[in-house]
């Protein structure tokens, strides 16, 4: 009896373990299967998170190949193409242009220094040209990209001008002062301080790589063979710059890359190179140092030819200086269906050159857009702004500076250099006259 009791009363203990017992287990299949829950859960956060970051990446790749050709960097970045290398078929994902995309352009001419600049601008411890450029400079400033043709060489020194031109530094510091962009050094007078000068000239341009953009001039047969790109806007530009000889100096034997010249031998290099600019950037302008010196009005055959070469290998704007006086603007068909706007001389921007055709000017303007079919010059917006340079001797120190022809007035013409020492009949009318003769319906008073 006393077993079956005892039985009897271990009885309930016995099912109140297994009551708790039943229980812990249960608790512990609950939490493991909250555990499964909650690591279900991160893993398919963690694959969403995932997936939308691969998503966003793919659509950053294909929308910036969508907005350009090259690289996409500020403005006074160069980037370097080969033009022998081989070139690949478009991707697909660059042939949707960003649309919206403007630039307004302005070239000038020719920048000389000449002796008596170099005097005016002596201050006794250096050199500044500021001066020269003062009226304009506002209005080149604000432009989204400005070319000015430098035509003589920073060539370290000793400094001069005509016949051999060696021009300090501070004309350099001048230009990108004043608001240019770009500068254009190939010209007759590149050789004037030899080869070193050539090599001080790339050197300082260098400097200033992140301010101004340097072509024409080369350091190396690598830079000689790169093609500058100039990214503004979001629109990429190739500028090339090329002369047609350098006034009777050859380049030294094995450093013919210095300076390209427009010669029947590297006809075929060029077209090559304005093909491959024609590859590489939106929009391709080449600035030839041809023709002849005093010629108004009508290009000579050598620059109708190589105009027509230049347009078929791809140029979109040509921008030429040399003559020192205003040429004819036209639009330039190829048989290839290719299409330029090519001002055949912009004459002259700063110097001390006399005679009334000298004196005065003209700076290019045209709006560039690029939208869903490409860049291409806006057609009305194509025109020529008429400068002139003032050359006032009758005050100490001389004051040389370029004026608008539409701000100059006879008073100033009646105190200047040509009209008292080179030319009787210089006047505010005949330079509007002359003007009119050449710019015609291009013609604008002043940048928009």
């Known amino acids: 009896m006393a077993d079956n009791r005892n039985r009897q009363r271990r009885a309930p203990q016995r099912n ?10 249960q608790r512990k299949r609950e939490a493991v299967r909250k ?11 963690a694959i969403v998170v995932a997936a939308a970051l691969v998503l966003t990446l793919v659509l950053s790749v294909v929308s910036c190949n969508k907005n350009k050709k090259g690289p996409e960097q500020g403005s006074g970045y160069t980037e370097e193409v080969n033009t022998n290398a081989a070139a690949g078929p478009e991707d697909e994902t660059q042939t949707t242009p960003v649309q919206n995309q403007k630039v307004k352009l302005t070239a000038v001419g020719d920048i000389i220094a000449h002796d008596t600049i170099l005097e005016l601008a002596n201050t006794g411890n250096g050199y500044d040209f500021s001066s020269l450029f003062r009226p304009l400079k506002a209005d080149i400033s604000r432009m989204d990209l400005a070319i000015a043709n430098v ?5 370290g020194g000793p400094f001069g001008g005509y016949p051999n031109f060696n021009t300090p530094d501070e004309m350099g510091l001048a230009v990108i002062d004043t608001g240019f962009d770009v500068a254009l ?22 400097q200033h790589a992140n301010e101004i953009l340097m072509v024409g001039m080369h350091d190396s047969q690598e830079d000689a063979d790169t093609i500058p790109v100039l990214t503004v806007n979001g629109i990429t530009f190739a500028i090339l710059n090329y002369t047609y000889g350098l006034n009777g100096y050859e380049l030294p034997y094995g450093e013919e890359y210095l300076v390209t010249l427009m010669t029947d031998d590297n006809r075929e290099y060029i077209r090559s190179q304005v093909q491959q600019a024609d590859q590489t ?10 023709g002849e010196e005093n010629q108004v009005g009508e290009p000579t055959g050598f620059q109708r030819d190589w105009a027509d070469l230049f347009t078929e290998a791809g140029a979109d704007l040509i921008l030429g200086t040399h003559p020192h006086v205003i040429e004819n603007i036209e639009w330039v068909d190829a ?20 005679y009334t055709d000298l004196v005065l000017g003209a700076m290019a303007y045209v709006e560039i857009e690029k939208d869903e079919s490409g860049a291409h010059i806006v057609e009305e917006s194509a025109k020529a702004v008429p400068v002139v340079t003032h050359n006032d001797k009758t005050v100490d120190p001389v004051v040389i500076q370029t004026y608008y022809l539409a701000d100059y007035t006879q008073e100033l013409a009646n105190v200047h250099d040509t009209y008292l020492e080179y030319d009787s009949e210089f006047s505010l009318d005949l330079l509007k006259q002359k003007a009119a003769a050449v710019l015609g319906s291009w013609m604008i008073d002043r940048l928009p």
């Open 281 to 290: 950037a939106d929009f391709v302008i080449v600035c030839p140092h041809w």
């Open 16 to 25: 109140s373990q297994q009551n708790r017992s039943r229980a812990a287990q």
């Open 185 to 206: 050094q190939a010209s007759n007078h590149s050789m004037d301080a030899g080869s070193e000068g050539i090599y001080h000239s790339a050197g300082f341009w260098n």
């Open 335 to 354: 048989g290839n269906g290719n299409r330029a706007l090519c001002y055949y001389s912009l004459g002259n921007f700063v110097s001390n050159q006399q």
């Open 35 to 45: 555990k499964k829950r909650q690591q279900m859960i991160i893993r398919i956060l």
């Open 151 to 155: 035509e003589t060489p920073l060539g």
